[in-house]
């Protein structure tokens, strides 16, 4: 699968990950968190396309505390990554 960053990360939750850290996650797609967010709700950010379909992955309200972030995208994708997540 081909991972290109960009700067969205997309305009709604369509999935969540479980059971990754932000580190975890960032080794995954091989880049750090590159999306300014809302400070105040978004700790984490990452935007994406995956095979030329834009995703995103974002921490909000302190979620990834218990390695939980939000997606955007085809589910196909986040599975593919992501295989352990719940």
Not at 22 to 50: R, T, Y
Request: proline share 8%.
């Amino acid at each position: 699968m081909n991972i290109m960053p960009v700067n969205i990360t997309g305009p709604y939750r369509t999935g969540t990950i479980r059971g990754y850290s932000a580190d975890e996650i960032e080794n995954i797609l091989g880049f750090p968190p590159n999306v300014e967010d809302d400070p105040d709700k978004v700790s984490h950010s990452w935007g994406f396309l995956a095979d030329g379909l834009n995703c995103g992955i974002w921490s909000y309200k302190g979620s990834e505390m218990a390695k939980i972030f939000s997606t955007y995208g085809p589910q196909y994708v986040f599975d593919t990554l992501f295989p352990e997540r719940s």
